[in-house]
C-alpha cells in the first residue's frame, strides 16, 4: 500500500493518534502533541514544527529532512535512530534534555535559546553548529566533531580537547572551565 502524500498543509492541534503514516513536504504542525509518538517510517522534508510536544517520540527510521523545530519539548527524542539519508534538523526554543544524537551527522545545525541538559552527542558530527545560548548542563560529548562550532554563548558544558575534535571551534572565555574540567583546576 503506497504511502500518503501531504504536501504545503497546516495540522492544527493534531495529536499522535490523528497523524497519517507517510510523507509530508513543507507542511507545519503547531500545537500538536506527538508525545510517545511512534513516526516510524515517516519522511518529513522542509517542515516546520512550532509548540508542539514530541516527548519521547519514537523517530527510527523517520525521515528528517531540513526541519525546524520552534517552542518544541524533544525530551528523550533518539535521532540517532532516525533516518541518516539528508538528516538535517534545527532547534529554537526547545527542550531537548535527555535527547540522543549518537553517531548523527548534522553539520550546520542551528540550536537557539535550547535546555540540552543530559543531551548525548557521542559521535556526533556537529561541524559547523551553532549553539547560541544554549544549557549543556551534563551534556555528553565524546568522539564528538565539534570542527568549526560555536559554542560561544553557551554554557553549563563540558568537553575534553583530548577526546573530541574541537578545531577552530569557538568558546567564549566563560567557557574555558568546561575544555579544563579534567585538569582538575580552577578558573577564576
Given at each position: 500500500?503506497?504511502?500518503?502524500?501531504?504536501?504545503?498543509?497546516i495540522?492544527?492541534?493534531?495529536?499522535?493518534?490523528?497523524?497519517?503514516?507517510?510523507?509530508?513536504?513543507?507542511?507545519k504542525?503547531?500545537?500538536?502533541?506527538?508525545?510517545?509518538?511512534?513516526?516510524?517510517?515517516?519522511?518529513?522534508?522542509?517542515?516546520?514544527?512550532?509548540?508542539?510536544?514530541?516527548?519521547?517520540?519514537d523517530?527510527?527510521?523517520?525521515g528528517?529532512?531540513?526541519?525546524?523545530?520552534?517552542?518544541c519539548?524533544?525530551?528523550?527524542?533518539?535521532?540517532?535512530?532516525?533516518?541518516d539519508?539528508?538528516?538535517e534538523v534545527?532547534?529554537?526554543?526547545?527542550?531537548?534534555?535527555?535527547?540522543?544524537?549518537?553517531?548523527?551527522?548534522?553539520?550546520?545545525?542551528v540550536?537557539?535559546d535550547?535546555?540540552?541538559m543530559?543531551t548525548?552527542?557521542?559521535?556526533?558530527?556537529?561541524?559547523?553548529?551553532?549553539?547560541n545560548n544554549?544549557?549543556?548542563?551534563?551534556?555528553?560529548?565524546?568522539?564528538?566533531?565539534?570542527?568549526?562550532?560555536?559554542?560561544?554563548?553557551?554554557?553549563?558544558?563540558?568537553?575534553?580537547?583530548?577526546?573530541?575534535?574541537?578545531?577552530?571551534?569557538?568558546?567564549?572565555?566563560?567557557?574555558?572551565?568546561?575544555?579544563?574540567?579534567?585538569?582538575?583546576?580552577?578558573?577564576?
Amino acid at each position: 500500500m503506497p504511502s500518503a502524500y501531504y504536501e504545503d498543509q497546516i495540522f492544527t492541534k493534531l495529536n499522535a493518534r490523528e497523524l497519517s503514516p507517510g510523507n509530508y513536504e513543507n507542511c507545519k504542525f503547531i500545537n500538536c502533541d506527538l508525545a510517545n509518538a511512534h513516526l516510524y517510517g515517516f519522511t518529513f522534508v522542509d517542515c516546520l514544527f512550532d509548540t508542539c510536544n514530541l516527548l519521547l517520540a519514537d523517530v527510527s527510521s523517520t525521515g528528517l529532512q531540513n526541519i525546524r523545530f520552534k517552542h518544541c519539548k524533544l525530551s528523550g527524542v533518539n535521532f540517532g535512530k532516525a533516518d541518516d539519508f539528508l538528516f538535517e534538523v534545527h532547534f529554537e526554543d526547545c527542550i531537548l534534555d535527555n535527547a540522543v544524537f549518537y553517531k548523527k551527522k548534522n553539520k550546520k545545525a542551528v540550536f537557539t535559546d535550547c535546555s540540552m541538559m543530559e543531551t548525548d552527542f557521542t559521535e556526533a558530527d556537529l561541524s559547523d553548529c551553532k549553539f547560541n545560548n544554549c544549557n549543556l548542563k551534563n551534556a555528553f560529548f565524546s568522539r564528538t566533531v565539534l570542527k568549526n562550532a560555536d559554542l560561544s554563548s553557551s554554557y553549563n558544558f563540558i568537553i575534553n580537547p583530548d577526546d573530541n575534535v574541537i578545531k577552530k571551534a569557538k568558546f567564549s572565555l566563560h567557557g574555558l572551565p568546561g575544555l579544563l574540567t579534567k585538569y582538575d583546576i580552577r578558573v577564576g
